[in-house]
């Protein structure tokens, strides 16, 4: 196994019981988000259900939002909302950087080409 595999963070690198200590829940609060299809671990060819890093945060987060008093299905309604959100974000902090570069590249056309409307 190369190490970079663990940077990765879809790479299920963790048990569940080492996940559930980490996250510190029970290994059937990972079981039951399983069988409710939110957090589908990886199974190894022993068929041991193995969680990646990417896996465990989105774990955390509904973890937060039931201890908040949300329901699972409304606990990972707002999860899904919230990263919605945060990828919209994305995409319009990267459409302003492009807007910006426009504006920068008519900038630097408009001051070659106004010497020539002198000539």
């Given amino acids: 196994m190369g190490l970079d595999r663990l940077d990765d963070p879809d790479y299920p690198s963790m048990a569940m019981g080492e996940a559930a200590r ?9 079981r039951s988000l399983d069988t409710a299809g939110i957090v589908r671990p990886h199974r190894s060819a022993g068929g041991h259900r193995r969680y990646s890093r990417r896996q465990l945060e989105h774990a955390a987060r509904l973890r937060e939002l039931l201890d908040d008093g949300h329901s699972l299905e409304s606990a ?12 919209s974000e994305s995409r319009l902090d990267a459409a302003h ?18 010497p020539d409307r002198h000539s």
Avoid: M, N
């Avoid at 950087?97 to 106004?114: P, Q, S, T, Y």
């Fill in 97 to 114: 950087a492009e807007v910006d570069r426009l504006k920068g590249e008519i900038d630097h056309l408009g001051e070659r080409a106004a």
């Fill in 22 to 30: 980490v996250l510190d829940v029970e290994p059937a609060f990972l």
């Fill in 76 to 87: 990972s309604c707002i999860d899904r909302l919230r990263s919605d959100l945060t990828a």
